[in-house]
C-alpha cells in the first residue's frame, strides 16, 4: 500500500462520477470551496473516494477537510490505519 495516489486526478474522476462536471486546473493548494460545488457534492466525491481506495476516513478529519492537500493527508492517515 506504499503507491503514491494522483489525489488531484482521484477527485477529477469522483467529481465526475458524481456530478458529471471536469474539474480542471487543480492543484493540491486548491481551496474546495472554490470548486462551485455544494457540500453535499463535496461528501458524495470523499464517500466516493473513499469507496474507490476502500479506506474510511474519520468524521473529524472530513471537518477540516479545505484542500486537496488536506485530502492527500486523510488518505495517507486511512491508509497507514488500514
Not at 460545488?37 to 468524521?59: G, K, P, Y
Amino acid at each position: 500500500m506504499s503507491e503514491e495516489i494522483d489525489v488531484i486526478k482521484l477527485f477529477q474522476e469522483a467529481a465526475f462520477e458524481v456530478s458529471g462536471r471536469k474539474l480542471e486546473g487543480l492543484t493540491l493548494d486548491t481551496p474546495l470551496a472554490e470548486l462551485a460545488l455544494d457540500s453535499v457534492i463535496v461528501l458524495e466525491v470523499v464517500s466516493h473516494v473513499e469507496q474507490t481506495l476502500s479506506v474510511r476516513f474519520e468524521d473529524e478529519d472530513l471537518a477540516r477537510l479545505t484542500t486537496m492537500s488536506d485530502l492527500k493527508a486523510l488518505i495517507t492517515k486511512a491508509r497507514r490505519a488500514a
